[in-house]
């Protein structure tokens, strides 16, 4: 059985369902991320497990025990909040040791947990500060310790890097990441960060209006999204309005404006009203195999990446291309774009909504 598991949870307040019907097994030392848009019920699926919020319906268990009227403080559960509270009246040190004191753990013992988990958030030296001594990116991080010194079995963590600069961040995704599979703590990751999702998870649940809309591994969320929903949501996609002329055995002929898209429908049933999607970073500027000729819009350059947004017949198409020397046309030129029909991907438009 599943470390953790939630079945058929639901919370309603009053008329509003803010979880659906949700079902979710976590396995014992992974790594799972919760992404979706502000409100679709991350923090209250969260607060679920926590036990700080009781569902409507359904059953939680953890290590094969039913905790669903279990109280908070008894499920051994580490929480970092979304509004991390910190104790104002205790230094940096002392609410990092909080809980292990509480515990009775050693004080020489402890000394070293604290030191190990303020390492690990870069605040090593910061320990005889006050919280109001300290910045909000640096009182996140105080947040994050505590819960780590815990060494809990299971660590719930709601946008807690939400605070930090973008370079800090990346540093503690790692981090994190290598101290959760160190210590093999089972840890579910709330986020609207989908870098933070992709770069720390086994596997993420891409939440929508209160639903699992995917449950994959990053890779496979990108690659393969398994809903309309999922396929704007993560990362940046052309998605073109089309329509079924015929299913072949490996794929599908679709019309999208004045041309036939060969799309690899990979055993699903695709017909009528269809979107056609293809990432960016997919399409390149071509000449003699060009699929589809356009004028370039508009010309970005953010670094490692040139951003194009090229007028075709098809629509509107986002490209994107790696900074690899040279710069692309300017605005204004006339382009040709290419790619590969095994990066196409297609939806049926209504009704493809559904769990994976
Ligand atoms: N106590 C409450 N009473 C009524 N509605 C609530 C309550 N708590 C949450 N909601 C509603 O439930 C929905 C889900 O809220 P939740 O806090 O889980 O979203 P979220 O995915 O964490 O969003 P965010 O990314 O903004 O933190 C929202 O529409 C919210 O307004
Ligand atoms: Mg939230």
Request: overall charge neutral; proline content about 5%.
């Amino acid at each position: 059985m599943s470390f953790l598991t939630l079945q058929g949870i639901s919370k309603r307040y009053g008329d509003f369902t803010a979880i659906e019907q949700l079902d979710l097994s976590v396995e014992r030392g992974e790594f799972l991320s919760l992404l979706g848009p502000s409100g679709c019920g991350k923090t209250t699926t969260l607060q679920m497990i926590a036990g700080f919020v009781a569902p409507s319906t359904g059953r939680v268990t953890l290590d094969g025990r039913d905790i669903t009227q279990l109280r908070p403080e008894k499920r051994g559960i580490g929480v970092v909040f979304q509004s991390y509270a910190l104790f104002p009246h205790m230094t940096v040190a002392a609410n990092v040791g909080f809980g292990l004191e509480m515990r009775k753990m050693p004080r020489a013992q402890r000394a070293e947990r604290i030191s190990e988990a303020l390492a690990l958030v870069r605040l090593s030296g910061l320990d005889a500060r006050y919280p109001k001594e300290l910045s909000g990116g640096q009182r996140q991080r105080v947040a994050i310790a505590r819960a780590i010194a815990m060494q809990p079995e299971l660590l719930l963590l709601d946008e807690p890097m939400s605070n930090l600069d973008a370079k800090l961040r990346e540093e503690m995704h790692i981090e994190l990441r290598a101290i959760q599979k160190r210590l093999g703590i089972t840890t579910i990751l709330v986020t609207h960060d989908q870098v933070e999702a992709m770069t720390m998870s086994d596997r993420i649940a891409v939440m929508h209006r209160g639903t699992i809309a995917q449950l994959s591994t990053p890779f496979d969320a990108y690659e393969r999204p398994a809903t309309p929903f999922a396929s704007t949501f993560l990362g940046r996609t052309n998605s073109l309005a089309g329509e079924v002329l015929r299913r072949n055995p490996r794929c599908a002929e679709v019309a999208v404006a004045t041309t036939t898209l060969h799309v690899p429908h990979e055993g699903r049933e695709v017909a009528g009203s269809v979107h056609v999607y293809i990432r960016p970073e997919k399409m390149r500027l071509a000449n003699g195999d060009a699929r589809v000729h356009g004028r370039i819009a508009t010309r970005v350059f953010v670094g490692n990446q040139w951003l194009l947004v090229v007028d075709t017949e098809l629509g509107r198409l986002h490209v994107a291309q790696s900074n690899i020397g040279a710069p692309p046309p300017e605005e204004g030129h006339e382009v040709g774009l290419a790619w590969t029909d095994d990066d196409l991907r297609v939806l049926t438009r209504e009704g493809a909504h559904g769990h994976a």
